[in-house]
């Protein structure tokens, strides 16, 4: 009994061992079989790229498109037409099979009693009905031969057809789904549209509000003009900080503004008679010319010097394409161009901001705190002066 228990142990303790072992070297075996990566470089060195379509002999995606459904119709078509081939050679053979054993079976039956010399014509006989029968079998495996190939192109034709339409289908679908975003997105962008046009009316009241209580509306712009008439004599410039002479409001000859500025002569005879005792262009209870105000300079040549200024960057010229001036303004991405309007007693911006402001000056200090609209939010920041000397400006003045 006690043998018996040791030598149980024994067998279970190498057993044990003998497993051990073996999971050592079965994993001794996978750490040295360790795959690994290896990049193919190209003559450059670098890790060789190849880009679908980009080298050349590359197809187009829609040739290797039909390609592939074609050869998709074409192995679809062999498998059909292997399968027919596969039945009718069974049908021919058992055919012929049956065939020759019934015509054995006739034989034997008339021929068994037959004398042995009769046996060899009876051979000869048999023989000659097997060549028959042979080459009737093999002129009926041609012609199903032929017909089972004409199947296979009918059939690769139907397979063709049914993948291409399947493709246009889903294509179809794609097309409708995108159709289904435009849309939406365009509804989106008629609520944005609707929004802001909300939001620009509420502006526009918010900021009419504004004006009216800080007195700059034109509704009393024929005080200024009484006043203007009053000051006729002779405005007179900083005579310490410019170096201009002043100009007499008694002009020799009665001026009459033309339908538009046709001339720089026009425009300058238009800005002295009309815009000087209107104060335009000078700092607010002041003399001196204002550091935003710019002569009868271009919009190029206005963009050339907002060009690297900040955001907010502004300056005021004499436009020559309506009675009054243009507001140049540098936002981020590039340049705004504003028209204001002073061919009445007031001025304001053409198209943009309705409110009506009774000199230039003020028109520009109200937008130093509000907004000219409000889907760009321009605020004049800073004023960009001037780079000449003399002036731009200096024409209008002499």
């Not at 690297?308 to 340049?335: C, D, H, M, P």
């Not at 004023?383 to 002499?398: I, V």
């Amino acid at each position: 009994m006690r043998e018996e228990q040791l030598r149980r142990w024994n067998e279970r303790e190498e057993k044990a061992r003998m497993e051990e072992t073996v999971l050592r070297k079965t994993t001794r075996r996978n750490q040295s079989n360790g795959k690994h990566v290896q990049w193919l470089c190209g003559k450059d060195g670098e890790v060789w790229v190849w880009v679908m379509g980009e080298a050349p002999g590359d197809k187009p995606y829609e040739q290797i498109s039909e390609e592939l459904i074609a050869e998709r119709a074409r192995q679809q078509a062999q498998k059909e037409a292997e399968e027919l081939r596969r039945q009718k050679e069974a049908e021919i053979t058992k055919k012929f099979r049956d065939a020759m054993a019934q015509e054995k079976a006739r034989i034997v039956a008339e021929k068994w009693k037959i004398e042995i010399e009769d046996r060899k014509a009876a051979k000869l006989e048999e023989e000659k009905i097997q060549e028959e029968l042979k080459k009737r079998e093999e002129e009926e495996r041609q012609k199903g031969e032929e017909q089972i190939k004409q199947q296979e192109e009918i059939r690769a034709k139907e397979l063709y057809l049914s993948l291409m339409q399947a493709q246009q289908h889903s294509q179809h679908s794609d097309d409708d789904q995108e159709w289904e975003e435009q849309l939406r997105r365009s509804k989106a962008a008629d609520e944005e549209r609707s929004h802001k046009a909300r939001r620009a009316r509420d502006e526009y009241r918010r900021q009419s509000l504004r004006a009216i209580q800080k007195g700059r509306v034109a509704g009393l712009s024929n005080l200024f003009q009484r006043a203007s008439l009053n000051n006729d004599q002779e405005i007179k410039l900083n005579n310490s900080a410019s170096p201009f002479r002043p100009l007499s409001a008694a002009s020799s000859n009665i001026w009459e503004r033309p339908s538009r500025p046709f001339s720089q002569d026009v425009i300058i005879r238009w800005f002295k008679e009309e815009q000087i005792p209107r104060r335009a262009g000078f700092e607010r209870d002041t003399n001196r010319i204002a550091q935003w105000f710019h002569g009868i300079i271009s919009r190029q040549e206005a963009e050339e010097l907002l060009m690297n200024k900040s955001e907010g960057t502004f300056l005021v010229r004499v436009s020559e394409k309506i009675w009054g001036y243009a507001l140049s303004y540098r936002q981020q991405s590039g340049f705004k161009h504003f028209l204001v309007d002073a061919s009445g007693d007031f001025y304001s911006f053409l198209g943009v901001d309705p409110n009506r402001h009774a000199t230039l000056t003020d028109l520009i200090d109200f937008h130093k705190e509000e907004i000219i609209t409000s889907s760009g939010g321009e605020l004049l920041l800073e004023p960009c002066g001037q780079q000449k000397n003399p002036p731009d400006y200096s024409p209008l003045f002499e």
